[in-house]
């Protein structure tokens, strides 16, 4: 069974970047969405941008313009490139995998089974 494993959080000053990643182990990541997903302190989990097998992708609107999802499939591996991040960015980002919906709609559902996520802090 396909299991993903986050990594690449860190601390990070308002205006930097940092690059999460998201890597699949014991199967091909070729044939499922991926969905990076933030829960930041006293909030619900909610997703910040997702990407289809096909490529297609969707962004919350707090990270349009700054955040990219990307996936190569080579590496088993979907990034997620965060730049000019800003403190509200703070939080433990998870991914999770999909089979079937569509980018905006994957990053709108809610998954019962998550990782232990990646914490990324920012702040001066």
């Known amino acids: 069974q396909l299991q993903l494993v986050e990594s690449g959080g860190g601390l990070v000053q308002p205006g930097g970047s940092l690059r999460l990643s998201c890597t699949a182990s014991?199967?091909?990541?070729?044939?499922?969405?991926v969905g990076w997903f933030r829960q930041a302190p006293g909030k619900e989990r909610a997703g910040v941008a997702c990407?289809?097998?096909?490529?297609?992708?969707y962004y919350a609107e707090s990270v349009k313009g700054r955040f990219t999802i990307s996936r190569d499939n080579l590496k088993n591996t979907v990034f997620l490139q965060m730049d000019n991040l800003k403190e509200e960015d703070t939080g433990v980002y998870y991914c999770?995998?999909?089979?079937?919906?569509?980018?905006?709609?994957?990053?709108?559902?809610?998954?019962?089974?998550w990782g232990q996520g990646t914490q990324v802090t920012v702040s001066q």
């Open positions: 990407v289809t097998n096909g490529g297609s992708t």
């Open positions: 014991r199967s091909s990541l070729d044939y499922y969405g």
């Open positions: 999770v995998k999909e089979t079937y919906l569509g980018a905006q709609a994957m990053c709108r559902s809610t998954y019962a089974s």
